[in-house]
Each structure stands twice: as C-alpha cells, then as structure tokens.
C-alpha cells in the first residue's frame, strides 16, 4: 500500500468529514427557513443578512453549553451514545461516490473512499448500527420519555431494515452487483435506463423506509416533541446534543445520495453535467424530507408498525418474487 | 409596513349555517379497514397537503411582523400608559388641576398638588400616577374635561423602574415637540366625538 493511497484517503475523509458536518449546519438553517416560507413565516431573519449566520450562532451555543450528565443516568454508555450516532452516519459515507472521478493534475481521483464490493450492504449495515445511538442514550438517561423514544427506536429502524432490505433486493438482482459504483454504471445510457422505471414499488418503498431509517417526519416517532419531548435527546445539552442533531441531518444526506444513485442514475456518464445532475437530485431528496415535514402529520407507532409488516413489507417480496420471474423469462 | 387587512365576514348567517359534516361510520371488520387504507391510500390526500404548502411557498405572502422593526398599528381605544396634553396655541398644559381623575380613580393610584400661581391659574406642582396599581381603566382620561390626561399609544413599557413612565415630566409633552406639530390629538378614551362640534349649541340669551 503505497504513501500517496494513504494520504489521499485521509484526505477524502477529513473534507467529507468537513463538509457535510457545515452541510448539517446548513441543513438546520434550510430546514427551519423552507418550513418558515410553507408555513407563511419569514424564519431566522436576526444573525447575519436573511439570518444565514444563524448557523453560527447555533454553533457557538452548542459549543459553549454546559456539557450536563444528569446524576443516575449510566455514565459511559451516556456519554458515548451521542458519539455513535454520529460516527455511524460518516461512517456510512465511505461507500457512497459523491462525485464522479476526475483528473486533477495527471493524478485521477476516485471521490469516494472505499469503493468496496459490498458497497450497499456495508452503507445500509452502518447506518443500521446507527440505531444504538438511539437506543442506548435512551435507555441510559433515567428518563421515561427516553426510555419510551428507545424503544420505539429499536421497533422502527429494526423493521424498517427489512423494508430497505428487501426492496433493494429486486434492483442488486437486475445489476448484479452491490457495489455502488457499480449500480450508477449500470445506469449510464440516460433517463430512460434509470432503475426508477423499472423498479418503481421498489424506489417507493426504499423512500418511504428512508424516512422512518432518519427518522424524519412522518415517522418522527423516535423524538415526537408533543408526546415525548426529545425523546432520547431529552437528556442531551451542549454538544452531545449536537452530535445526536449533526448524525440525523448527515444521515439525510447520505440516504440521499443513496436513493439518487440506486434509483435515479447516480451521476450518469461521469461529465460534470452528470455530477450536477446528482447534486439536483440529492437537493430534491433533501428538500423532500423538509416539504413533509411541513405538509404530513406524524403516524402513530402501531400505525406504523402495521404499515411496515402488513402492507410494506408484503409488497416489497411480492416485488422481489416478481423481479426474479420476469428475469427467469 | 401598515396595511389593513379586510376579513371576510365569517359570521354564522341563514346562508351560511353550520351543517353536520358526514362521517363514515368506523369500519369494524378486516375487510373494511383493508378496503378504508386502500381508498385513502390512493385518494391522493397526502400530495393535496403537499400542494397546499407548496403553493404557500411559491405565493410567499409573508405574515410575519419583525416586531421592532415594524410594528403593526393599534387601536385607537387602546389604554397604554398615559399622556398629558398641552394647550395647542399656548402651549400651556390642559390640566386645570380640578382634581376629578384623582377622585374617579377606582384603584386610588393618582396624585396631584396645585397651587395658584401669579397669574391666578390654578396650577399643577405634582403629578403622579402609581403604575404598581393602575388598572389602566380609563376612568381617568374619560372624566378629563380638557382632555388633558390621555391614554397614550405607549405600550412599550419595559425599564428598570415603573416609576419612569410616570414622572409628570416623562408623561407632559415637552414644548419643542408641541411647537414642531408633533403632540396628536388621541382619538382614544375621553377624546371629541366627531362632529362634536356640529353639536354644539349656543347658551340661549334668556338664561
């Protein structure tokens, strides 16, 4: 293994590290001004033109916040919950190719940091341990609504596993591979070979189990502000709460990316158009989670449970079963 | 950024009387909660909430008031802390020291000495009002004659002491304020009636 392999890996690291951390800031300013304009407010307006260093201000607060460990919470498992969350949402960065490969100076770079063969398995098993950030700050707060938000944690993204599962099951059989690079190429002839068209129960399923896998809104059981406060969260202040905030919003942005490429053709032909072309689609995706925020009111837990074993995931076999016979023939 | 906004007029009338909105009676067997999902699963309701806040959105008619900066009007029968008026012409001060806002205060919190002054004017020394127990009533700006003691528009009291609102000095309107024409008549508490003074009769000379 050769110096300059090393060194651009920590180089792809750090700036994928660096950039979606300010993304995350980014992503809460976003957030809180697209909710504010569907819901006729004007948002943050006060720090820095149109509010924009609203994101520092945030920043500084989390920074500079008291770092409280509550007295009969479990200490280390405590203290080292928030770090996994976060840890594991970068981590599941390292299969996903953000941009096509390019030339810089004679020296070609793959923008992606481990191009491994089980690409997809890997980002969805990282994201899936993800779950014990959850699950563990929960349990160890001492707090009822913490507890009562890890448990829900464990139900929802352990079922919804098996959604994401399966419905990528049917588009792996059709490329063959679970590598994502290798997923995107099988997409380069244009619009009209994208995966969506032909697995579309499989991209609908795949995005509605993103959104209980981020537990965003209309799955946002795992923190639901009216019934359990923060739910695991409750407990957090300063930068502990933060990091638990920064994974949730990379987590966004991964699965974004993760759809985009599955589903709608990644980064095309590797040209600079292509590579724009993925950046609009994981805005979209993005944007996404923001409008159903807005719009969707959030689902009960059983409701949920009952959408994911009752209807979701019988579809996504059906659709498997359906794809294997349609391959056979 | 003052606009009236005109409502529309959502009182209940003949022709718009409540009606008893139409509710499905709850499914109670499988199949008809399986057949209730599929109807509302495909009903589209969810793109319709979609839609709703897109179009809210693109049409970005703001509501928000960014409160210092702007501030929405009040109205006119608004009680805030008071006022005391002066004489347009003269610029003297209205308060003719009779004393009646001190005796119609219900919450007892107005104090004022006077004395008679070189010119044979009864004139206002001290003047008080204890904002600790003012219920801002409006007894007192109603029962003025001269419409001297006003209800203001102030309604931005925060300070470290109540007391500074109510110095007779703070509440007086100062006199380069009333000769640049900035002292507004309130249209509030105890102010003229419009057309009051189309209603104003001459003593009849047989008195």
């Not at chain 1, 520092?56 to 996994?84: H, R, S, Y």
């Not at chain 1, 419905?167 to 690079?181: E, H």
């Not at chain 2, 950024?1 to 009338?13: G, L, P």
């Not at chain 2, 347009?88 to 004395?115: N, Q, V």
Request: glycine letters at 8%.
């Amino acid at each position: 293994m050769d110096i300059a392999f090393i060194i651009e890996t920590i180089v792809k690291i750090v700036v994928i590290l660096l950039i979606f951390s300010a993304l995350a800031g980014f992503g809460t300013y976003f957030e809180r001004k697209v909710l504010a304009f569907m819901q006729r407010r004007l948002g943050p307006m006060h720090v820095g033109p149109y509010g924009l260093l609203q994101i520092a201000a945030d920043g500084i607060k989390l920074f500079t916040k008291e770092d409280i460990i509550p007295q009969n919470v479990v200490k280390p498992i405590f203290k080292i919950a928030p770090v996994i969350t976060a840890a594991t949402a970068f981590m599941a960065a390292a299969a996903i190719p953000f941009w096509p490969q390019f030339t810089v100076m004679g020296y070609t770079v793959h923008p992606i940091v481990a191009d491994i063969n089980v690409g997809i398995l890997y980002v969805l098993g990282v994201m899936a341990i993800g779950l014990y950030g959850p699950l563990l700050g929960g349990m160890a707060s001492a707090n009822k609504w913490s507890l009562i938000s890890a448990a829900r944690s464990a139900a929802i993204f352990i079922s919804y596993e098996v959604i994401t599962g399966l419905s990528l099951l049917a588009p792996l059989m059709m490329v063959g591979s679970l590598s994502l690079i290798d997923i995107n190429n099988y997409q380069t002839g244009g619009i009209g070979h994208w995966i969506v068209w032909s697995q579309p129960v499989a991209f609908i399923l795949f995005w509605i189990a993103a959104f209980a896998e981020t537990g965003r809104t209309p799955f946002h059981l795992v923190a639901n502000d009216h019934e359990i406060i923060d739910g695991f969260g409750t407990e957090y202040s300063g930068m502990r709460w933060g990091l638990f905030f920064i994974g949730e919003y990379a987590n966004m942005f991964f699965i974004s990316f993760v759809i985009s490429i599955i589903f709608l053709g990644g980064f095309g032909d590797g040209t600079i158009a292509g590579a724009i072309q993925l950046i609009l689609k994981v805005a979209f995706f993005f944007f996404f989670f923001l409008w159903t925020r807005a719009a969707w009111p959030d689902v009960r837990p059983d409701q949920l449970m009952w959408l994911c074993w009752k209807v979701l995931m019988p579809i996504a076999v059906l659709n498997v079963v359906v794809t294997g016979i349609v391959m056979m023939f | 950024m003052h606009h009236e906004e005109t409502f529309t007029d959502r009182n209940v009338s003949e022709q718009s009387a409540y009606y008893y909105v139409d509710i499905e009676s709850y499914p109670t067997t499988g199949w008809d909660k399986f057949k209730q999902v599929v109807k509302r699963t495909f009903s589209g309701e969810l793109f319709v909430g979609l839609w709703v806040v897109m179009r809210e959105m693109i049409k970005f008619d703001i509501h928000t008031v960014q409160y210092p900066l702007e501030k929405l009007p009040i109205g006119p029968r608004y009680r805030a802390v008071h006022k005391l008026l002066r004489l347009w012409e003269s610029g003297y001060e209205r308060c003719i020291g009779c004393g009646l806002c001190e005796k119609i205060c219900i919450s007892d919190c107005i104090r004022m000495d006077t004395k008679i002054d070189e010119n044979s004017r009864k004139e206002v020394t001290e003047y008080s009002i204890n904002l600790g127990r003012c219920i801002f009533c409006g007894y007192c700006a109603e029962v003025c004659p001269e419409l001297a003691i006003v209800h203001g528009d102030r309604y931005e009291n925060g300070s470290e002491q109540r007391a500074h609102f109510v110095i007779k000095d703070d509440m007086l309107t100062p006199l380069d304020m009333l000769k640049a024409g900035q002292q507004s008549e309130y249209p509030g508490f105890g102010a003229i009636i419009p057309g009051s003074d189309a209603a104003v009769k001459k003593t009849p000379l047989a008195y």
